[in-house]
């Protein structure tokens, strides 16, 4: 599904649009821990949702290639973030959902999980 | 619904013995940062977590939550484990992702 | 072009320095995209990067990333001034820590550094004196011809 069809489920605003809301998003990564999301296999396609919201989130994500970023609990992203983000094109989104409404809905909704290497 | 229904239906692996399973669940809560998880969780969650080490029994305890579920084949370090059993903290692993698990619990929990 | 390519470089990391933590890695990746080397392999060579100077950062005083980027390889060495690693064999073991709570409540300290640096590496070499600091060298081979 797009990436907009994502932030509509998640009720999310838009705090920065950093390309396409056209983008095809097939799998999410959940999760708080960065070196994590550097486990995940090349996923061009791959959504994170996180709860945790300073620049060390966006650095991993752009590492990992992950091309947007769901924050939950509304929590918002700093000035200096939203700036990070906007130089990595990386997309911010935040829902006041919690991050288990949030993959809740998004895993009832036939995304799935981008965690390859731990099968 | 309880802890045992939720380790059944996610096929968990409860690695202590001394938790209570039939514990009552009132809902979920993922996170893998501590402080994040006493200013928000309620009593009564399950607890969905990539975090390992002992801090997150006392958490547990403290807020009363229904049980912890480690996700990602991580496994609780030793000290971990002694803790839970010592304060009977239900602790349950998983290979399952973080999104898969909270994902299944969603669905579950919405029958 | 890509026959005679010799490029190295260096970048300082400051103990503590969560601000900038991850610049570096960050600036590398850019160098190796530009190089036209295969996505994959920059990627690796990213992520192994990365976890090492957030390791620099986490737990040591200061340190210094030299890199070298061949036709054959890229070779990332990190070395630094820092409390060392006691047991090597244990800090490979994922999920093993030394990282403070502090540190956890950032979204680092999962253990997993080590061996996501191995795992990412053709080659992978750590060595370290306690008290003093640190050296960590990760090789990736680039295949002949792979070019996007």
Not at chain 2, 68 to 91: G, L, S
Request: aromatic share 4%.
């Amino acid at each position: 599904m797009t990436l907009e069809k994502v932030r509509e489920i998640l009720e999310g605003e838009l705090v920065l649009d950093a390309g396409n809301p056209d983008t095809e998003i097939t799998s999410v990564c959940s999760s708080d821990l960065m070196s994590d999301l550097l486990h995940f296999s090349s996923e061009p396609k791959s959504l994170l949702i996180t709860g945790l919201n300073n620049t060390q989130v966006i650095r991993t994500a752009e590492i990992a290639d992950i091309k947007a970023v769901v924050f939950v609990l509304d929590k918002r992203p700093d000035r200096e973030t939203v700036e990070m983000a906007k130089q990595k094109g990386i997309t911010l989104v935040v829902t006041r959902l919690s991050r288990f409404t949030a993959c809740g809905r998004l895993y009832a909704a036939g995304l799935g999980s981008c965690t390859g290497v731990n099968r | 619904m309880n802890i045992r229904d939720v380790v059944e239906a996610l096929s968990l692996e409860v690695k202590t013995t001394k938790g209570d399973l039939e514990h009552r669940i009132t809902g979920c809560y993922i996170s893998d940062l501590l402080s994040d998880v006493m200013a928000n969780a309620k009593e009564g969650e399950v607890w969905i977590t990539l975090q390992t080490h002992p801090n997150i029994v006392a958490v547990a305890a403290l807020k009363n939550l229904s049980g912890i579920i480690i996700t990602n084949k991580r496994t609780p370090e030793e000290e971990t484990m002694k803790k839970a059993e010592d304060e009977r903290i239900v602790i349950a692993v998983s290979p399952l992702s973080t999104f898969e698990a909270g994902g299944m619990i969603y669905k579950i929990l919405r029958c | 072009m890509a026959q005679n390519r010799h490029i190295e470089g260096s970048f300082h990391l400051t103990g503590g320095d969560f601000t900038n933590a991850g610049a570096a890695s960050s600036e590398l990746k850019s160098i190796m995209s530009h190089l036209n080397i295969s996505p994959d392999l920059v990627r690796r060579a990213a992520i192994a990067t990365f976890e090492a100077e957030m390791n620099v950062i986490i737990h040591a005083v200061a340190g210094v990333m030299y890199y070298l980027i061949t036709p054959d390889l890229i070779k990332v060495v990190l070395n630094d001034m820092g409390p060392g690693i006691p047991d090597i064999e244990q800090a490979m073991q994922e999920g093993f820590s030394t990282a403070p709570d502090w540190i956890r409540e950032m979204g680092w300290g999962a253990g997993m550094g080590l061996p996501n640096m191995k795992k990412n590496s053709d080659e992978f070499r750590v060595d370290s004196v306690v008290g003093e600091g640190t050296t960590v060298e990760i090789i990736i081979k680039i295949k002949e011809g792979k070019t996007q």
